[in-house]
């Protein structure tokens, strides 16, 4: 079982940066595929970014690579995602997601435990 609790989400300017942090209990972390997903209202749940147990994996959805940065500390317990150069349809409710293998996938079914998001406001 592993739980997950996010933060660093708030208000900021187009062109801003914010760090979300995702904090994770349970003992087999490393092993754990981590993602960050995110839902604008009205829409679906979409993919940002996922990487794999060993870091060796990244994978970012279109809209953000090149912008947005997945990282993790398995002594720690964290995943984090550094977002820069923030537009308006970056705002959003992001959520932190695990799976219980060690590989990386963009498909949100295949996430077995959420957190409970952190909304994320750019203006313009």
């Known amino acids: 079982q592993v739980q997950l609790v996010e933060s660093g989400g708030g208000l900021v300017q187009a062109g801003g940066s914010l760090r979300l942090s995702c904090a994770a209990s349970?003992?087999?972390?490393?092993?754990?595929?981590m993602g960050w997903f995110r839902q604008a209202p009205g829409k679906e749940r979409e993919f940002v970014a996922t990487i794999s147990w060993n870091e060796i994996s990244t994978l970012y959805a279109n809209s953000v690579k090149g912008r947005f940065t997945i990282s993790r500390d398995n002594a720690k317990n964290t995943v984090t995602l550094q977002m820069n150069s923030l537009k308006p349809e970056d705002s959003a409710v992001y959520y932190c997601?695990?799976?219980?293998?060690?590989?990386?996938?963009?498909?949100?079914?295949?996430?077995?435990?959420w957190g409970q998001g952190t909304q994320v406001t750019v203006s313009s």
């Open positions: 349970g003992r087999t972390f490393s092993r754990y595929g």
């Open positions: 997601a695990a799976r219980s293998t060690t590989q990386t996938t963009t498909d949100l079914t295949r996430y077995e435990y």
